[in-house]
């Protein structure tokens, strides 16, 4: 057998289930490796004691019916864990342990799983580099200068490095797809509606929804039928049933009609980039799918779009960090300037730069030009994705206009970095499900990765058309081990 560590979670699944591996074996090698990787800096939390036990726990009566019997997992630091620190990487939360667990995770342990640690993000989820956490930057293990993306990115780089065999991350812009576009990694951000948001720290209520990283398709449809449910702690989630996604996962899309909308080609977008969506045009044809060219005219409205409805539903969703009633603390003279104080000391600078952007466009005098149109302009959007689907099955886009930068390069730019949400962005304005796949690597031998779109509630024709994909891709990328440390 291969080492532990190379088996996809499917893989493991299989071999826990025929009594090839215990769950211990699996987890011990999880914890050891991930012992070595402090030069990521992908851990926030470790509970590998707490780990290891529950795995000799599940092998001393092993329940093989479960779907992720026994699997370690490493999880963003942005779900509540019962009884485990969760920070959302602020230091307004540092001292924050929940009473009580978030939905998807409970949904991965009632199912066989077991936590590994807690893992780095960007701030409340706030970023796209992994470059505004509390708990500093989380390296790609690509290379030592390189960001993993974010807000994603510890998630996006434990996986990668094989710290862990899979895991799940929040995408309220583009915090699943684009981390795993940088690293070589899939990532899908389903349905808004479709996992349930309770227990998650929130960012931005309308757009926020979690979602599967995994090493290839297959493991993204297994656990995405874990982490959907419907829920009614929930008002948002969506009663529906669920398909058994990884059992019916297909590669037969002959006919499949896929869309390329001609406004995701944007200024000064690489040749590489240019050259990776033709050969993603040329992959579905290959495998019988039509290709048509389709528009959707409001495109250049979604990055401004959702940088107001993003930051006006933060600022209001932050104010319940006040000193009182979770984590953090400063002593003021009086109540007022106590909330002032741990405000002004518990978040940073781009937390405290989307509050101020929130309340601005949500005060008397701007809510009517900024958020309301705002929102109008999100119908648009929406009603482009409407017509467009009347026409195609699913729509091919890069993941991101580049491959992932340096640490340091974008960071005193926002707007820079904002723009890296250009093709993520869209598909939360109208909650609908994208999925990125590794397709290919740039000249300096960095993953990019390709989008697929799809209707609401049409993840099994997104995992389908991506794993038909996959196959013809055949993405590798060897990960050089620099950052273990003995
Ligand atoms: N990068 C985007 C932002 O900073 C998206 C973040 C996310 O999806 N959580 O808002």
């Known amino acids: 057998m291969s080492n532990i560590i190379d088996l996809s979670l499917s893989e493991l699944v299989s071999n826990i289930k025929n009594k090839k591996l215990s769950s211990y074996d699996v987890t011990s090698e999880y914890v050891e490796r991930s012992k070595k990787s402090k030069n990521l800096n992908t851990y926030i939390e470790e509970t590998f004691d707490a780990a290891l036990k529950k795995a000799k726990e599940f092998d001393t009566k092993p329940d093989l019916n479960k779907k992720l019997p026994g699997i370690p997992m490493a999880i963003k630091d942005l779900f509540c864990t019962k009884n485990v620190k969760t920070t959302a990487s602020s230091k307004i939360l540092n001292n924050f342990i929940p009473t009580y667990e978030s939905t ?34 989380v390296i790609s293990p690509i290379d030592k200068d390189l960001v993993p993306g974010g807000s994603s990115g510890g998630s996006a780089s434990a996986l990668a490095a094989k710290l862990t065999p899979a895991t799940i991350g929040t995408d309220t812009g583009g915090s699943i797809r684009q981390p795993a576009s940088f690293t070589g990694t899939v990532g899908l951000k ?28 297959n493991d993204a449809a297994l656990l995405l039928e874990v982490m959907s449910s419907f829920d009614n702690k929930d008002s948002t989630s969506v009663d529906f049933k669920r398909p058994m996604y ?4 297909s590669k037969d899309i002959k006919g499949k009609k896929i869309g390329i909308p001609k406004e995701y080609r944007v200024d000064g977008m690489s040749e590489e980039i240019e050259k990776l969506w033709e050969n993603g045009k040329n992959y ?10 389709v528009s959707l005219p409001h495109t250049k409205f979604a990055l401004p779009t959702y940088y107001i409805v993003a930051p006006a539903e933060a600022s209001s969703n932050l104010a319940r960090y006040d000193g009182v009633k979770y984590g953090f603390r400063t002593k003021g003279n009086n109540l007022i300037d106590m909330y002032e104080k741990t405000r002004s000391a518990g978040f940073g600078d781009e937390v405290k730069r989307r509050i101020m ?16 149109k705002a929102q109008k302009v999100r119908r648009l959007i929406k009603n482009d994705f409407n017509n467009i689907f009347q026409k195609v099955d699913a729509i091919l886009t890069p993941s991101t206009p580049s491959s992932a930068f340096k640490i340091g390069d974008k960071s005193n730019d926002p707007v820079s970095m904002y723009l890296n949400d250009i093709f993520t962005v869209p598909v939360n304005l109208a909650g609908l499900p994208g999925i990125s796949i590794p397709a290919g690597l740039d000249k300096k031998g960095y993953p990019l990765g390709l989008q697929i779109i799809g209707k609401s509630f049409d993840e099994q024709n997104i995992l389908n058309i991506a794993y038909s994909m996959e196959d013809k891709i055949n993405f590798k990328f060897n990960l050089k081990e620099w950052w273990i440390n003995d």
């Open 357 to 372: 952007i929130g309340t601005y466009v949500l005060s008397s005098g701007y809510y009517d030009a900024y958020y309301l």
């Open 246 to 249: 990884s059992k019916d996962l």
């Open 284 to 293: 579905l044809k290959d495998c019988g799918a039509e290709i048509i060219d």
């Open 190 to 217: 389903p349905t808004y509606g479709s996992c349930s948001r309770y227990g998650i720290v929130a960012f931005a209520s309308s757009l926020d929804q979690a979602g599967p990283m995994t090493r290839n398709v």
């Open 104 to 137: 998807v995770t409970q949904n991965l342990w009632n199912d066989g799983a077991i936590l590994l640690g807690k893992l780095n993000c960007d701030e409340f989820a706030m970023g796209s580099s992994n470059e505004t956490s509390y708990f500093g930057n």
